[in-house]
């Protein structure tokens, strides 16, 4: 199988290194560290995890066919502006998006950018860390898109023994599911980082998870598609390591300490989009309008931690 990816970052280096180990043929296109990637074949997202000789590194997506699936993992933000860009090479052709979040300045989910360019579009989620898949780690993710037959045919060529992938027409719900945990899991990063232990965290994914249902239902999601790989299973996994740049990023605030600005933390756009979408729909989201306004500066952790404190109690 022809397989290639755009974005050669964490993600999209580890599941080009899983593919080509598997024995597809793979090309990673590295649109920003081209010439370092070619002579080093280390990506600076990866450690010091070498890419496997298979890989072919391209410098255009000129170099991709139009029938390989062309996954896409490049930061949610930059979506927009990177298929504008390569627009030629994205038509009808099949594009699997692999980023997290909803965009800031449209309110748009990755699949809903891309449908612009093909009919042929699923996203990936699930809870993996980039480190993990490039070792050959057991993982498994969901698939989702709206076209049955180009759904099944996408799981059946790409599911490996140590790469274990579910499929599911609910694309909002797993397109969600993927983004609002990115907040939540700052959330529980800021309570760590401020030292208020983890009963707290407990606390703040729990309620945290009612408000990424609460959302989600509210755009037509299923809640079984939450309580899933893309849902819960995510949430669990970015709460509860230091591999999660989101958790890591939270933990930096909480303990009000500098955070490496190179990284990306696509829960900070994320958290702006969904609070102002929340508010527009009447939905009461304390723990996301939290973080919204911590990271926006417009108030302080303690503050934030007295406000969800001191919320009127009711029932569950």
């Known amino acids: 199988m022809k397989i290639s990816i755009a974005g ?7 599941i080009a290194s899983v593919f080509a180990k598997g024995g597809h043929s ?42 390989e699936y062309l996954f896409l993992a490049v930061p949610t933000q930059n979506l927009a502006s990177f298929c504008k860009e390569n627009k030629s090479f994205l038509t009808d052709r099949p594009l699997i998006a692999c980023c997290k979040g909803v965009d800031q300045e449209t309110g748009l989910r990755p699949s809903e950018i891309l449908s612009a360019h093909s009919s042929k579009v699923a996203v990936m989620s699930g809870p993996s860390f980039a480190v993990d898949i490039s070792k ?25 023994h140590n790469f274990r992938l579910y499929r599911t027409s609910d694309v909002v719900g797993v397109e969600l599911g993927g983004a609002l945990k990115n907040i939540i899991a700052i959330a529980c990063g800021i309570a760590i980082g401020a030292k208020q232990g983890d009963s707290a965290r ?9 408000e990424m249902i609460a959302f989600a239902k509210a755009h037509g999601a299923k809640e079984k598609t ?32 500098p955070f490496n600005k190179n990284k990306t933390v696509e829960g900070v756009a994320t958290a ?10 009447g939905l009461e989201m304390p723990i996301t309008s939290s973080v919204s306004a911590l990271v926006e500066g417009t108030a302080s952790t303690e503050e934030v931690i007295n406000s969800l404190l001191t919320r009127p109690t009711k029932e569950e």
């Open 8 to 14: 050669a970052g964490a993600f999209g280096s580890a």
């Open 26 to 67: 793979t090309k990673l296109f590295s649109p920003t560290n081209f010439k370092e990637l070619c002579a080093t074949r280390v990506p600076r997202a990866l450690g010091n995890i070498k890419l496997p000789a298979e890989i072919d590194i391209v410098s255009s997506l000129e170099k991709t066919e139009k029938d």
């Open 136 to 160: 050959g780690m057991p993982t498994a993710l969901v698939l989702a898109s709206g076209e049955p037959g180009f759904l099944k045919k996408l799981q059946s060529d790409i599911s490996m």
């Open 202 to 210: 407990a606390a703040l994914m729990t309620r945290g998870f009612s």
């Open 226 to 257: 939450l309580a899933g790989l893309s849902g819960l299973g995510d949430l669990s996994l970015t709460c509860n390591s230091e591999k999660s740049r989101n958790f890591v990023f939270g933990i930096s605030l909480g303990c009000q300490k």
């Open 272 to 281: 702006f989009a969904v609070s102002q979408k929340a508010r527009s729909l």
